[in-house]
């Protein structure tokens, strides 16, 4: 029901924009999250937005390169991504909560998407 896309093979210093479609159910009211998972690293939360978009939270390994936006007419979160290092290399996952409390714990969340591979080289 969440489907991502967007991501790519770029070199550091690059942008890529990630986008998460839901199908099959309105995410309009839920809150949404990122998390990317590395090679031998646990899942790790990225960015999160309330179901409005009023609301945004970044991890600070990403904060002021990474933003997260929403379009809930067109049932899509996005992820813009800039001056991208090679530490950002990982599988990127989009996910739903339907009442969230601690945005960076992954067991909140009740739907995923299917990952997204990002790769930025030196």
């Known amino acids: 029901q969440l489907q991502a896309s967007g991501g790519g093979l770029v070199q550091a210093g690059g942008s890529l924009r990630l986008s998460c479609a839901a199908s099959?159910?309105?995410?309009?009211?839920?809150?949404m999250g990122w998390f990317r998972q590395a090679p031998g690293k646990e899942r790790e939360f990225v960015a999160g937005?309330?179901?409005?978009?009023?609301?945004?939270y970044y991890a600070d390994s990403v904060k002021g390169r990474f933003t997260i936006s929403r379009d809930n007419a067109k049932n899509t979160v996005y992820l813009q991504m800039n001056s991208l290092k090679p530490e950002d290399t990982a599988v990127y996952y989009c996910?739903?909560?339907?009442?969230?409390?601690?945005?960076?714990?992954?067991?909140?969340?009740?739907?995923w998407g299917q990952g997204t591979q990002v790769t930025v080289s030196s």
């Open positions: 996910a739903a909560s339907s009442y969230i409390r601690i945005w960076y714990n992954p067991l909140e969340y009740g739907y």
């Open positions: 099959g159910r309105t995410f309009s009211s839920y809150a």
């Open positions: 937005i309330s179901w409005s978009g009023s609301s945004t």
